[in-house]
C-alpha cells in the first residue's frame, strides 16, 4: 500500500514534534512536511501535494478553521483532520462545516490518531478513484425503487416504531441489504436507538462533503442492523443547522439508487427538509 502523505500543522513546536511522533509509529504513514501555521500549511501543499492535513485549530494569523475551509474549495483531493485542545461544539461545527473530516480532541492516543488518519486516506482514494472511473451521465435507478415516508403531525404516536419496524420486516422477506431508513428527525431522531446504533458519523457530518458526495461517501456512513442499512439523525441536537433540504435531496437520491424502499422518519412538523422529503416519496 502506498503511504499516506501528512502535513502537520500546530504552532506548538513541542505539541507539533510529539503529534509527529504518533503518527511516525505507524509505517503506512510519511509526515512529509510540518507547518507552523495556516500560512505556512497553504505555502506547502502547493508543492508538496499531501493526502492529509492534520491540523491545529488555533493558529496565529490563518487559522485552521480559514486555512481547512481554503483547501477545501482549492485542493479538493486533500482531505483535513482537524486537532484542538477542547470539545467547544462551535468549533467543531464551524471544522465540520469549512470541510474537515475528522475532529479530533487532544491528548491524542497512537491508536485514534494513526486509525482516523488511514480511515480518511481510504475514504479519499476511493473517492479520487470513483471520480476517475466513473462515466458522465445520469444513473437509471431500478424501476422498482421507492422512497416510503412516514409523517404525522403529533408526536408521540409512534412514527418511528412504524418506521423501523415495517424496514426490518421487509428486509426479513428477502430483501436484506436492500432496505434503508434515513433519520430526517434530525433534532430528536431516535432510530439510533431502536437500531441499537451508537453512532460515531451522522447525517450533519455527512452534510459536510457538499459537492463532493456521491455513493461511496455514503455507503461509508451507513450502519446495518437487521438486513436494513441506516443513515442516523445527529447525535447532538446543536448540529441540526449543518443538514440542508439540498444535501437532504442529495442524500435521498443516491439512496434511492442503491435501494429497493427507503424509507424516511421524519418530525411532527414541517420545514424545508421534511418538505423536500415528502416532494421525493413515492409513499407518505
Known sequence: MKKIKVVLADDNENIRQS??????LDGEIDVIAEATDGKDVLEKIKTMEPEIVVMDVNMPGIDGIEATEYITLNHPNIYVVMISVDDNIQNFKKAMMAGAKEYLIKPLSPHELNDTVKKVAELGRKNTARNQAEPP??????????????????????????CANVAVTAAEKGRAGKIAIVDLDIQFGDISVMMNINPRKTISELMQEGENLNRELFEGFLYERYGVNIMPSTNKPELAELVTSHGVHKILEICKDMHEYTFVDTPSFIDDITLTALEMSQVI
Open 19 to 24: 503529534i509527529r511522533g504518533l503518527l511516525e
Open 137 to 162: 451521465g445520469p444513473k437509471v435507478p431500478l424501476k422498482e425503487n421507492r422512497i416510503i415516508t412516514v409523517f404525522g403531525t403529533k408526536g408521540g404516536v409512534g412514527k418511528s416504531t412504524i
